[in-house]
Structure formats: C-alpha cells, structure tokens
C-alpha cells in the first residue's frame, strides 16, 4: 500500500468515500486560493486608484500621511493544514502526501509564511501560533522533591545504625527513669541526627536546583529567524510553526520542517539514528528536516512544520531524565580518601567499643554518683540494655566523625558556588570535570579571531591590480559590476533594508557583515537587485579547510554562466591567471606580476590584515549539465580565474588581551595561537597580544599547519613546546597539536568555534567553545562555553579552577584534623579509663560543624591573586601535599595535647566536678576547629585574615557557629550533656582555642620538602625488605 494511501486511510473513512472527500478539498483549496487571488487583484486595483486619488490630493492641499499597520493577528486561520497531518508527514518522509498538498510552497501557504519574509513578528501573532501548534519545548522529568533527599540522607548504614541506637536508648531510658527524664539520651541522639539529615538534604537540594538551572542555560540555543522580512535572532525556545529559520555549518536543527531552499546541505543524523554516515538534504528527494540533527556542510532556509512534543526529538527528550549527578575525577579521588579514613574510623570504633563493654561488664565504670554501673545478678536488664546501647551509640558516632562524609559535599558545593560565578564571569559549564581539571591547565591552544580580537572587522583597504582605491568611484564600471556579484551571490550573510531607517542591517559572520557594509555602502551594491536579477546554480560552502567558497550562477535573461569564488587571498591567487587592472581591462599574471601581488597581501598581512580576495571566470553552458533533479557539476572550476581585486580587513585586538596573555605566562601556562590566518597576520598579531616577543627568534616559533602536519612524530615531540603561532592551519593540524602536547604529558586546553573543530575539543583535557560565534557542534563537544567568546574570560576560568582545587585542599585539611584529633582523644580516653568525653550527640553537633558548615564556608571562599603565582598543579600530584600534612599534624598535636590534659587533669587544674570538665572540654574542642577554620584559608600564607571582609558568608557561618556553640552550652545542656561554664571558664576555653593561631602561624615557619611524604614511607619499606 503507497504512502498517499496510508494518509488518506487516516484522514477519510471508507475506501470509495476517500476519492470524493481528497476533490472537495481539493476544491476547496483551489477555490480559497483563487479567491484570494481575486482579493488581491481587487485590493490592487482599489489600492492604484487610492494612489490616483491621493496624489491629485496632495498636488492642491497640504497634508499628513499616517502609515497604520493593521494587526490581522486575531484573523489567523490554519483550517487548511493540522498539526497531526505535518507530524505524519515529515516523520514518515511521506513525499507523495508532501506533493499532495501542493509541496513545500503548499504547506507554507497554508501556514501562513513566507519564504522570503518570513512570519510577522508581533506578539499577538507569535502567541496564536503557539496556542494553535504548541511551544518548542519539551516536557521535563520533574525533579526530585526535598523530602527525596531527605530519604536518599536516611538511608546512610551509619545513620540506620546510630537511629537503632538512639531508639533502644530511648526505650530503655524511658522504662528506666520514665517519660520525663528518661527521654533525653535517646531523643538527643534524634535531635542531633535529625539536624545532620535536613542540613545535608537542604544542601543537595539547593545544588539540584542550581545545576537544573544551569542545564536550561546550556540548551537555551540562538538561532536565526526571518520575521517581518527581516532576519533576526532568538531563542531556541521561542521558535513557532511558520517560521522561516536560517541554517549554516554547524548549527544544530531547532525544529523539525522543510527544505525551503540553500545549497549542498549536508545533515548530521548519529544522534537521530546513530548512522555516521552524512545525510544530503534537496527540495525534491529529502526535504525533510529533524531537530536535534546538525548541519556539516551547506546552508539553507527551512520552514519549521513541528516543535516541542511533536518533533522526533521530543519524543525521544520526553522519554530521558537528565542526570547531573556526574562524579568528576576529583570526587572519584575522594571517595577513596573517604573509604580508606572510614575503614581506619570503623577499626577505632570496634576497638573503643570492645574496652568499653569490658570494663563495664567487669565494673569498672561508675555512674555520676560513684556507685558501679554494672553488678552482676543486680542490675536491672533494662539498665544494662540502656548502658549497651549508649556504648554502641558512642562507638557509632566515632564512626560517623571519621568518616569525612563531607569531602563529596565540599566538592559539590565548591563546584557549584564556582559554576554560578564562572557564569557571571562570561563562563557556562557543560561538565562538572572541567572546574577542577581547568586548575592543571599548562597549556592553551587559542584561536585567533574573535578570542584574542574583537571580531568587529571593517574593510579598511581595497586593492585593485596594484593600486590601492580609498574612492570607490575610480573602480571600473565592470569591475564594479562584478564585485556585486561576488560579493551578494557568493555569501551566507543578508542584507535588510528598512522604510523607517535609513541605515541598512547587515548579519552573518564578522566577515561576512564587514564585506557586505563595504559593497552596499562604498561601492551602491543593491542585494535585493542581485538575487531577482541572478540564478545560483551551484555553491560550494566556506569551511575552516578549504578556506573559501565559490558559487554558480547565471543571470536570469542570459545564458552565460560564470563562476564567482571568495576566500584566503593567497590560494584564491594561486587560481589566478589573469586579473583586472584599475580601467577594467584583463590581463595576464606572469612570474612578476604575480609576485608583486604577494608582496601586496604579505605587506597587508603584516599590518594585522585579514586578507580576502575575489575571483571570476565566466565558463561554456555545456560544461554544466541539467537533469531531472537540477544541476548537476562535481566540482567548480580552481584554475584559470581572473582576479577582482583585495581587502584587507581590520580587526583590532581586544583591550585586555596582552595582560590576560602574561598573567598566564606568570601562573606557568603556555599561550598557543592556532589560525586559519597567513603567517604574517598570524605573526603580527602574536606580538600585538604579546603570544611573541617583538625581538624572539621566530626559528621554531612560528610555522604553517602543513609544516607541523609533515613532521615526522619525534620532530613534532621535539618542537612542540617551542611553537607559539600556527599559521594556515587546519581543525587536523588543531587535533594533532593537542595531541603531541598530550603525549608530552601537558594538560590541555583548547578554544574553538567551528564545527570542524570538534575533534579537537573533544581530545583536550579541557574544550572551550564559543558562545557568540562558536556552532552547536562545537559547545556539544567542548567543556566549557565562554560566552563573550574573549581570551580574558578564559583566563578567569583558569583561576575559578585553580580556587576550586585550592578550597577542596582547604577543607581536606580542616576535617582531618578535626577527625585526627576526635579520634585519638576518645581512642586514648577510652583505653586508659573507660570513659568518653565527647558524647554521641556532641560528636554528632561536631561533625555537623565540620561537614556542613565548614564546608559551605570553606568551599565559597573568591580567587585570590596569589593562585596565579603558583605552578600549575600536575596530572598526579597528591591530593594532600606536604604542606597539607605539616599544617594538620601541627593542630592535630596541639588539640590532642590539650583536650588530653583537660581529660585527666582538668578537675584538679580547674576545681570542677567531671560534668564541667566533660562541658570544657567540648566548649574547647569545638572552639579549636573555629580558630582552625579560620588557619585553613591559607594553606601557605601567614596571614589568614587577608581578604576575609569581602567573603561575608565565610564570616557568618563562624560567627553563626559560635552563637550556636554558645546555645548548646548554655541553655541545651540536657540535650548536649553539658553544664552552664562562667566567664571565666569561657575565657580559658577561648585562649586555650586561639592559641590555634600562632601555632598555625610557626607551624608555616617550618619548610618542607616538595617530594611526597609518602615516596618516604615506600623508599624505607622497599629498604627495609
């Protein structure tokens, strides 16, 4: 059964009825078209007697002409075409329906566009298509609720275990002592983790909705659009049924639709049907438009027939949750970390927990009255399951302080306080890695245009011949002529002409939009004049290999056809075997001729120039060849061409860029300009942007990608790092520089915009696309996409990754040796007298401390200019270094030395009975972690209150923590075990406390070796077997 029966079937019911309903509407179609027709013809006639009228009025009166544009919006009627039938029709390819229907100009009539205006643009408009067709975009897996982190946090083993703990406490407590007093171990225990859950669920919640938003950033595409016949740009999102959308190289298909029409359009379709192979799209043999599908070769206009949940992608979108909760490499590294501490932790806590049940068992501990806890045949079984269950309880939670579950959270939270600034700063992330991964950046591979350069270009000379023309009017007619020609046929940029402005508006590429201003305003080039008076016949599209493009055309009254090609002046003058002079004749290039004109476009070159040239040659109608699917030609002509003439085109370096270029050579990172640009250009604004030295040996420094590309791999081993600035080359010599750099063991990061640049992008350690000028291909490759597309922004990336290892470190350090000294102080307390001073609950208030809120002040902490003086940190380098070690071990020592002599000498130091003791001891340790916060902004700089006023939120979460600290103490004393302490015992706890300072101080006084502590410890284990 065809295709066209297939649609019919599910429009019409009954075979022979079928017939009869497709010629009524048919008829109706031809009868609403011809009365259109006839509504026109009558409109025009009316409107020419109007005119008639209005201009024999205004020879005799004085008047004012009020221009009214009608809003027809509310009149919009789409009876002709439904959504279901365009669906049907573009997912089956069905083109028998297609042809049906009247084609591609059907089906755009019936939508009400057009192809060269477009739709119109106001809102009223916009909104009923939307109402009638739908939105573009897709229905979102909801995200998960608070309360889901809430169980995801309940369903710890440690958590599970201490809650068993809590509740046999709890029982026991309240059928040992009653309701009233019985109640409080246990519900503190509750309390405590209660407070640990809904901190930490809080936290994740709040990141999941950050990084939701990130993603919405990350899709929200900008496309191109023709709207009240003029081409514009908007969001992805906002795109209707109707719409005439724009298509180059690299742009990602926002809609499914139609061919409207364009030339050698080549789709991507792997992530539609995971086929490799390129798809060609034509009016007559595939028309057919996917979204979600790239452009790799061509250009095009489509007529959007689909969006949102109707389109083949967003069926499949609607289907697939995304999933952000990526573990970076980082996060892999401390995941280990924690494992390795939670298994030294766990063995802590059983060896706590044996001496503990021992002594109890064998009575050798005693209640707050000093009578023996346990007598065997006495004491109750409720007691002893109580007295149990509290041991247990201790022993858990000295788990639960080992374990640095908050390292994961740090990262986290690091991760995403530095993606919202990079954001700010004109970065979007893509993939959580690169944060991290961007801190051991050495080298940067940059493109030139648009990174290092404004990529505002003007023409800021023309040659002709040998002769540079300011005036346009000494060019010849005919080269003139041509000019318009080779300039408004052969591009992808448009030119829109507007009533109200006198100014005309260019758009396309930099290049494209600086050529066009130049022919339109310099040399009266009418476009519009051009594409009625002008057939295209063929066009190869520019791209970053070929570095030109070319067309075929012929004018409409004419037979003659002629072939126009544009691009890199020194190829496009090796095609070259004739050029015109500045009276238009035509003569032939010999050997000195031809190497004038290169001195031409080197002088051009030197001065910062792009250069582009234009080329001719009008060739015999039988050379090309016409079948049934129009044109047919392999290839257009590359030799014999006569030469237009050339531009130099300015584009000035961005302010900034020069400095942005040092501060990376200060932090050990090497810059590398790769360009498509000669070598000359290349050359000369290498040493504008400081990349090169105005006196460095440029032997080694500068080269062209096909030098690079010839070199054998031990030569390209052997200069890699020698090279500066590669010229003429292409997204192969990019991929082959980033992977030479590779091998020699760099971390790489490399900027680019195209869609030939993907290899690249993605071999690198870190990919930055482009976010203004950069294709979909590109950012869907890349890390990272820097959205003002400026070198500057990407050095501020580098130091966001620098801040971001830094702050990791920072936190490392602080809970280690928070969990050091909980650890060895219960350990060595427990050993020698069977009592713990630190109970679950206060372990419990310590680690939410620590985890929570030391990670959230810790991990927001700004850049600080000192990470720039630093080396780049290496692929293998540990996570904890030597400086890491002497700070932690220092503070460590001190509060281990400390809380120990308060444990055993603090009643007699102090005259106090063991509550208060037990409550010093606490207030002290958690005081110390304050104080030690405050030493782990710095790992290396004495100073630790630099620059502290300007992170106000690291000052709240302390000052915050001693308010708390001060509640737990003072007034919580039933729920934290504690005694109310006067003055004078908080001010000992507060010296003792900022003692921390000056021993992280001397302790920085202390050097240390750059080798692992570690490679020790094997070096005397390989010594001593």
């Known amino acids: 059964m065809s295709s066209a029966t297939d649609y019919s079937k599910l429009l019409l019911n009954g075979r022979k009825s079928s017939h009869k309903r497709w010629r009524t509407a048919f008829a109706v179609i031809y009868s609403f078209r011809a009365m259109l027709s006839l509504a026109n013809d009558i409109l025009s006639k009316k409107k020419s007697i109007n005119s008639h009228l209005l201009s024999k009025f205004s020879s005799n009166q004085p008047h004012v002409t009020i221009d009214v544009d009608v809003d027809d919006s509310s009149n919009l009627c789409f009876s002709v075409v439904d959504q279901e039938s365009l669906t049907k029709i573009v997912k089956g390819k069905d083109l028998d329906s297609l042809s049906f229907l009247g084609g591609v100009e059907g089906i755009m009539g019936s939508l009400e566009s057009d192809a060269e205006k477009g739709i119109r643009g106001n809102d009223e408009h916009i909104r009923r298509r939307r109402d009638v067709f739908g939105s573009n975009t897709y229905l979102k897996q909801p995200l998960k609720g608070f309360f889901s982190f809430v169980l995801e946090a309940f369903k710890d083993h440690v958590i599970l275990i201490l809650l068993g703990c809590a509740g046999l406490s709890l029982v026991f407590g309240i059928k ?49 659009v023709m709207r009240d ?25 926002p809609a499914d639709g139609l061919f409207l029409n364009g030339h050698s359009l080549q789709l991507d379709e792997s992530s539609m049907t995971g086929e490799s192979d390129h798809v060609n799209v034509d009016k007559i043999k595939n028309p057919f438009l996917f979204s979600g599908t790239k452009v790799v070769d061509g250009y095009a206009h489509m007529l959007v027939t689909s969006v949102g949940k109707n389109t083949t992608w967003g069926e499949m979108m609607n289907s697939i949750s995304l999933d952000m909760n990526e573990e970076t490499p980082l996060q892999a590294r401390l995941n280990k970390l924690t494992s390795y501490i939670g298994k030294i932790g766990l063995s802590v806590a059983v060896l706590v927990l044996i001496v503990l049940l021992v002594r109890y068992f064998t009575g050798n501990t005693t209640d707050e009255d000093g009578h023996r806890e346990f007598n065997r045949g006495k004491t109750k079984i409720g007691e ?21 579950e908050g390292l994961p959270l740090a990262v986290t939270l690091t991760l995403a306080y530095s993606m919202k600034r990079m954001m700010a700063d004109q970065a979007m992330v893509r993939k959580l890695s690169a944060c991290e991964t961007m801190g051991s950046v050495n080298t940067i591979c940059t493109d030139k245009t648009g990174t290092l350069t404004m990529n505002q270009m003007k023409v800021d000379r023309f040659w002709l011949d040998e002769e540079s023309l300011l005036d346009s009017s000494k060019i010849a ?17 448009s030119v829109y002409t507007s009533t109200m402005v006198s100014e005309p508006e260019f758009s396309g590429s930099p290049t494209e939009k600086a050529i066009l201003s130049w022919a339109v305003l310099d040399l009266g080039m009418n476009m519009d004049g051009l594409k009625r008076s002008w057939t295209i016949l063929h066009v190869e599209a520019f791209n970053s290999e070929k570095k030109q493009s070319g067309i075929l055309v012929r004018k409409n009254d004419e037979k003659s056809i002629h072939v126009h090609r544009k691009g890199a002046a020194e190829m496009i003058l090796a095609m070259c075997s004739n050029y015109f002079d500045s009276n238009g004749t035509i003569n032939a290039i010999d050997e000195q001729k031809r190497m004038k004109l290169e001195q031409i476009i080197e002088a051009m070159a030197a001065q910062s120039l792009r250069c582009i040239a234009f080329a001719h040659k009008q060739i015999a109608e039988d050379i090309v060849t016409n079948g049934n699917d129009g044109v047919q030609i392999e290839k257009l002509s590359e030799d014999g061409l006569t030469l237009l003439g050339m531009v130099g085109l300015k584009d000035p370096c961005r302010p900034g860029v020069r400095m942005a270029v040092e501060a990376c050579r200060k932090a050990g990172v090497a810059v590398k300009m790769i360009t498509g640009d000669n070598v000359f250009t290349a050359r000369a604004i290498a040493v504008e942007c400081g990349i090169l030295g105005p006196d460095q040996d440029m032997n080694g420094a500068v080269l062209e990608g096909k030098d690079f590309r010839s070199y054998s791999t031990e030569q390209r081993m052997e200069m890699v790092n020698r090279i500066c ?45 482009m976010g203004i000028q950069g294709t979909e291909v590109a950012k869907e490759s890349s890390d990272i996409v820097i959205l003002d597309d400026n070198f500057t922004s990407i050095v501020t990336v580098l130091q966001w990754g620098r801040c971001v290892y830094n702050n990791i470190q920072k936190f490392i350090q602080f809970q280690l040796s928070v969990n050091v000294a909980a650890l060895l102080i219960n350990f060595i307390a427990a050993i020698s007298s069977g009592d713990v001073p630190l109970t679950a609950v206060q372990l419990l208030w310590v680690n939410l401390i620590m985890d929570t809120l030391g990670a959230l002040a810790l991990a927001t902490e700004r850049p600080a200019k000192e990470l720039m003086d630093q080396k780049p940190v290496g692929r293998t380098e540990p996570l904890i270094t030597n400086i ?18 308060l444990q055993f000498k603090g009643k007699s130091i102090f005259g106090v009975d063991e509550r ?18 405050l030493n782990a902004r710095k790992l290396e700089k004495k100073n630790v209150f630099e620059g502290i006023h300007r992170n106000r939120l690291f000052i709240g979460i302390v000052g915050f923590t001693i308010i708390l600290q001060v509640v ?37 006084c202390i050097p240390v070796s750059d080798k692992p502590l570690f490679s020790y410890l094997k070096q005397l284990v390989f010594f001593k077997f």
Not at 478 to 493: I, M
Not at 738 to 762: F, I, R, S
């Open 477 to 493: 007619t005919n080269v003139v002529e041509l000019l318009h020609q080779g300039v408004g046929l052969n591009t992808t940029g």
């Open 384 to 404: 002893v399951m109580n007295s149990v269950a509290n041991i247990f309880a201790a022993a858990v939670t000295i788990v639960v302080v080992a374990i640095p």
């Open 725 to 769: 600035v590669m010229a003429r080359s292409s997204p192969f010599d990019k991929l082959l520089m980033v992977q030479t750099l590779k091998q020699k063991g760099q971390v790489v990061a490399v900027t680019g915009d195209g869609t030939n640049d993907a290899p690249a992008l993605k071999e690198s350690d870190i990919g930055l696309s």
């Open 176 to 224: 040992e002592h009653g309701l009233k007093e019985g109640w409080y171990d246990g519900g503190s225990i509750f309390i405590a983790i209660f407070l640990v859950v809904v901190v930490s669920a809080i936290s994740n919640f709040r990141q999941a909705r950050q990084f939701d938003k990130l993603s919405d950033k990350s899709n929200d595409i900008v496309i191109d």
């Open 229 to 253: 016949g003029r081409r514009q740009k908007i969001s992805i999102f906002e795109v209707v049924v109707g719409d005439v959308v724009c298509l180059k190289i690299g742009d990602q298909i």
């Open 968 to 1004: 737990m103490v003072e007034f919580l004393n039933r729920f934290a075990d504690t005694e109310r302490l006067n003055w004078g015992q908080w001010g000992v706890c507060v010296g003792i406390a900022a003692v921390s300072w000056p021993i992280g101080w001397l302790g920085k």
């Open 884 to 901: 890491m070690w002497r700070n932690l071990i220092a503070q460590a020592l001190y509060q281990i030395t400390v809380l120990l002599i």
């Open 916 to 933: 208060v003791r037990n409550t010093l001891i606490f207030n002290t340790f958690v005081l110390c972690q304050v104080f030690n916060e």
